[in-house]
């Protein structure tokens, strides 16, 4: 569970008051109250208790279950085809009928913002030199500079 830095109540803590509430007879508001949350809390936390046990107080993500609004795969797949085929986000924009902002976002994912980003790249030429072993403890000079 990934807490975050404002929680109030971790997951045990949420049992703990929730369990004061359902077992104990504790009211909301005293629960709330000996947690520091509002009353609203408790009701919440005791309402996702009682409805899906004590797996209903763990944290949900925030993230959404489903994008309405999120483009189709197949048009996405189109927009990077017609882009291959070297046209421009306005073309592309007008023949999918979506518009340029969407292509201009497709294409970004796909690494196809700018034209040069269909040529092939050029491999990198690396070039490695000899090395020269030489070892640092015994050169020809090193018994003239230590005596001298």
């Given at each position: 569970?990934?807490?975050?830095?404002?929680?109030?109540?971790?997951?045990?803590?949420?049992?703990?008051?929730?369990?004061?509430?359902?077992?104990?007879?504790?009211?909301?508001?005293?629960?709330?109250?000996?947690?520091?949350?509002?009353?609203?809390?408790?009701?919440?936390?005791?309402?996702?208790?009682?409805?899906?046990?004590?797996?209903?107080?763990?944290?949900?993500?925030?993230?959404?279950?489903?994008?309405?609004?999120?483009?189709?795969?197949?048009?996405?797949?189109?927009?990077?085809?017609?882009?291959?085929?070297?046209?421009?986000?306005?073309?592309?924009?007008?023949?999918?009928?979506?518009?340029?902002?969407?292509?201009?976002?497709?294409?970004?994912?796909a690494g196809l913002s700018t034209l040069s980003d269909l040529l092939p790249r050029?491999?990198?030429?690396?070039?490695?030199?000899?090395?020269?072993?030489?070892?640092?403890?015994?050169?020809?000079?090193?018994s003239a500079i230590s005596s001298g």
């Amino acid at each position: 569970m990934n807490i975050h830095k404002n929680a109030r109540l971790t997951f045990a803590r949420r049992l703990l008051m929730v369990q004061e509430m359902t077992q104990h007879g504790l009211e909301a508001c005293e629960a709330s109250s000996r947690h520091g949350v509002r009353t609203r809390t408790a009701r919440k936390w005791l309402g996702r208790y009682l409805v899906e046990g004590a797996s209903g107080l763990t944290d949900a993500s925030s993230r959404p279950k489903w994008s309405p609004r999120a483009i189709a795969p197949s048009k996405a797949l189109l927009i990077v085809e017609l882009r291959q085929r070297r046209m421009t986000h306005v073309r592309i924009a007008q023949s999918v009928g979506v518009s340029q902002a969407t292509v201009s976002r497709v294409l970004h994912r796909a690494g196809l913002s700018t034209l040069s980003d269909l040529l092939p790249r050029e491999p990198v030429q690396r070039y490695e030199h000899a090395r020269l072993e030489i070892c640092c403890t015994s050169t020809p000079n090193s018994s003239a500079i230590s005596s001298g």
